[in-house]
């Protein structure tokens, strides 16, 4: 089993509608979650922190659930510019080596 | 600008020749990791540094393969003998400190020809 598994995707939404991915972890001492955003050919960017009591940020929301260890991120609205590959991240606290990424999910918002 | 700065931005090579690649951090940053991420593929993890720490080796490849971080602030990632599956982007990364959320450089694109 992979540490972090998320769906490759694609998924092909309409703008406008919501979508939401969900990736699984499988240590249970995972402290720190957060999505990234990777655009084609560019470097992954942070797109949000992940806290236990869930964080939203604008059309954007993330949750943890750590008893089914997954985190979610649902987009609402979605928009054309926010066609991406989404990776999840995972890392037991203070400890950098286990800092791992998940393969990504793609994301394709069409007009 | 203050994000991480790599260079060169992109790198075409002979096989059989070597290569360095060059990672400037964020000012302040303790912690630098280099990943590398094939066409199409997801991140591989390849090196860690941790302050003045032993580094984390065990995502090099090869021992073609090989990183240093001086005065723990700017690092080189060298590949000896390059073949064309290390044909890839490599990124590096750093944070403030382990297990903090990290920020990318623009990556060095290395096609081995």
């Known amino acids: 089993r992979k540490e972090v598994e998320q769906d490759p995707g694609p998924f092909n939404v309409p703008e406008g509608a919501t979508v939401a991915f969900n990736c699984t972890y499988s240590?249970?001492?995972?402290?720190?979650f957060f999505w990234y955003r990777q655009d084609c050919r560019k470097e992954p960017k942070l797109l949000m922190s992940?806290?236990?009591s869930g964080n939203e940020d604008g059309r954007f929301t993330a949750q943890l659930n750590r008893a089914s260890q997954y985190i979610s991120l649902l987009i609402r609205d979605s928009k054309l510019s926010d066609s991406a590959t989404y990776l999840c991240?995972?890392?037991?606290?203070?400890?950098?080596?286990?800092?791992?990424f998940g393969s990504g999910t793609q994301l394709t918002v069409l007009p | 600008g203050a994000g991480v700065s790599q260079s060169p931005s992109n790198k075409v090579t002979e096989k059989g020749k070597d290569v360095e690649l060059r990672c400037d951090p964020i000012s302040g940053h303790t912690a630098l990791y280099w990943y590398r991420q094939s066409l199409g593929q997801g991140l591989e993890f390849l090196i860690y540094?941790?302050?003045?720490?032993?580094?984390?080796k065990s995502g090099l490849p090869s021992d073609r393969f090989s990183a240093e971080r001086t005065g723990g602030s700017v690092s080189t990632l060298t590949i000896q003998r390059t073949q064309q599956e290390d044909s890839a982007v490599y990124l590096c990364?750093?944070?403030?400190?382990?297990?903090?959320?990290?920020?990318f450089g623009e990556g060095s694109w290395l096609t081995v020809v």
């Open positions: 991240v995972v890392t037991p606290s203070g400890s950098a080596r286990q800092l791992t």
């Open positions: 990364a750093s944070s403030f400190w382990a297990g903090n959320t990290i920020y």
């Open positions: 992940v806290y236990s």
């Open positions: 540094f941790q302050g003045n720490s032993a580094p984390d």
């Open positions: 240590n249970s001492a995972s402290q720190s």
